[in-house]
């Protein structure tokens, strides 16, 4: 049974450009989570979806960002028009239902923008 | 104040030496809590739950104290392995399973 599986591992992005990272739950599993580590910094929770449902988005910066779980496949987290601040690690993680616990993340994308 | 508060370190131990970290949060109405353990740019990973009873795992334990918004991790006889950078992190309920971490100690173990 594979992790939680993160494409791509490493991202550069020019500053205007999108970013779009994805996410692939363990199998069986209806609940993502983003989260996003800046350099030198503790992980911050970004937003919790269920398939097709955004639960909590009190993470996310206003504006620029979105993230979908989509019915099929995987949960996506967009950046548009990036700028250098949002180079950072970003690692999703999965559970398979929304109780108590500590779960497992996925290997991170890591995103660059020049 | 930090939801969740972790002296940053280093500690540097020597291998088999005892070494201990704290972490206290803000939240009394935090539900449950644990320790991840994150290796230079990999993520993190689930070390072990806290529980006000105490629990061990080997070579770790965990400790709880609820009145005291305090939880502690103890590794004893640490190895070369054990360098790594401790996050200690709390759910703090309210629904769903959102994780606040803390920032992190890192421990290095010398020769």
């Known amino acids: 049974n594979a992790g939680v599986m993160q494409n791509p591992r490493h991202l550069v992005r020019r500053r205007g450009q999108e970013a779009r990272l994805r996410c692939s739950p363990m199998?069986?599993?209806?609940?993502v989570y983003w989260y996003r580590q800046l350099p030198e910094e503790g992980l911050k929770f970004m937003v919790y979806?269920?398939?097709?449902?955004?639960?909590?988005e009190s993470g996310m910066p206003k504006e620029r960002f979105s993230a979908e779980f989509p019915k099929e496949g995987p949960s996506i987290l967009r950046i548009q028009q990036v700028v250098r601040g949002d180079s950072a690690a970003y690692f999703c993680?999965?559970?398979?239902?929304?109780?108590?616990?500590?779960?497992?993340f996925g290997s991170g994308t890591r995103l660059t923008v020049v | 104040r930090k939801e969740v508060e972790q002296d940053p370190g280093p500690f540097n131990v020597p291998e088999g030496a005892t070494v201990a970290f704290n972490c206290t949060y803000s939240n009394s109405a935090s539900q449950s809590f644990f320790w991840y353990r994150q290796d230079c740019r990999k993520e993190p990973k689930l070390l072990m739950s806290?529980?006000?009873s105490g629990n061990e795992d080997g070579r770790f334990t965990a400790q709880l104290n609820r009145a005291s918004q305090y939880i502690s991790l103890l590794i004893r006889d640490s190895k070369l392995s054990d360098s790594a950078t401790y996050l200690c992190?709390?759910?703090?309920?309210?629904?769903?399973?959102?994780?606040?971490f803390g920032t992190g100690t890192q421990l290095k173990v010398e020769l």
């Open positions: 199998k069986g599993h209806s609940h």
């Open positions: 806290v529980y006000s």
């Open positions: 979806l269920q398939k097709e449902n955004i639960i909590d």
């Open positions: 993680a999965s559970s398979l239902t929304g109780q108590d616990y500590g779960y497992t």
């Open positions: 992190v709390v759910n703090q309920g309210g629904g769903g399973n959102k994780l606040t």
